[in-house]
């Protein structure tokens, strides 16, 4: 190969380079890394992208605080490395955020691996008006935003035999049980990590999400039974009963395919 020929190849090369690093997108940190990249002094933003009120209830120390909807008003400097912080199933505003700033110029964008739970998981420092563990709840629209997503999710589904006659959740595992305390302490067995050393680290984390009886309210219960669970443990709020009231649900078969024409049936039940 000719010097000439070489030069052409490094020039195109080159002309080219840019496109291809641009086009990677927004990339994960460990908060691991975030933390010690914060401890070295180098000039990293942590921006919380979560609502006014979940911030003031607890966040991650020295975070700055820019809800994901307020984002396209500010005016950010160029050439810092920003993390993004957030703490919803998925990450999804924290994912919407990226793209938002890789569009507008900006080029070191991050998205905290795990979000606030491994944040919190990894026992470093915390501000705000609380600062333990949260189990959070799950909206059905979430969780259905998750699944088409293919987010890694182990869903739980502790209602008894006949509770689960109204419908399931898609990709839940009923649990038996004679009582709730016992489908509970299932629930627990199945998330007690069972690898050790580089085995279980390499495991991809999936964020449990637990669908209660009606009429129970979770939060006691995910207090006494998996406060030593660790990882991303939710509830889905309003339980199969939400589930099954979102709006496609109702939306189901009719006579002559009309929902609204004389002697259509409507409410196929949810599945």
């Not at 908060?31 to 979940?54: C, F, M, T």
């Not at 004679?178 to 984390?205: H, I, M, S, V």
Request: hydrophobic share 40%; charged share 25%; proline share 7%.
């Amino acid at each position: 190969m000719g010097l000439k020929h070489l030069k052409a190849i490094l020039f195109a090369f080159f002309i080219f380079l840019p496109q291809v690093v641009s086009a990677v997108g927004w990339q994960w940190m460990t908060p691991q890394r975030a933390y010690n990249l914060v401890k070295e002094g180098s000039g990293l933003w942590l921006v919380d992208v979560r609502s006014e009120a979940a911030f003031e209830e607890g966040h991650i120390e020295g975070a700055v605080h820019i809800p994901a909807g307020v984002l396209a008003t500010r005016r950010l400097p160029k050439g810092k490395i920003f993390v993004l912080v957030d703490d919803g199933l998925g990450l999804r505003k924290g994912r919407e955020a990226a793209d938002f700033l890789l569009k507008n110029g900006q080029e070191k964008i991050y998205l905290l691996d795990g979000g606030m739970a491994a944040w919190q998981g990894e026992g470093y420092p915390m501000a705000g008006k609380s600062v333990g563990r949260a189990f959070g709840s799950v909206m059905p629209d979430e969780l259905k935003w998750a699944q088409e997503n293919r987010i890694p999710l182990k869903i739980f589904d502790l209602r008894d035999a006949d509770e689960r006659k109204q419908g399931e959740v898609p990709q839940a595992l009923a649990l038996e049980g004679a009582a709730l305390p016992e489908r509970l302490q299932k629930a627990k067995g199945l998330l007690t990590p069972q690898k050790k050393g580089l085995a279980g680290k390499l495991d991809k984390p999936a964020t449990i999400v637990l669908v209660f009886p009606t009429g129970v309210d979770p939060r006691p219960l995910l207090e006494q039974s998996f406060r030593d669970i660790p990882g991303d443990v939710r509830y889905l709020e309003g339980g199969y009963a939400a589930w099954g009231a979102r709006p496609e649900k109702r939306i189901s078969t009719t006579q002559g395919g009309c929902p609204t024409c004389p002697g259509a049936v409507v409410g196929g039940g949810p599945k």
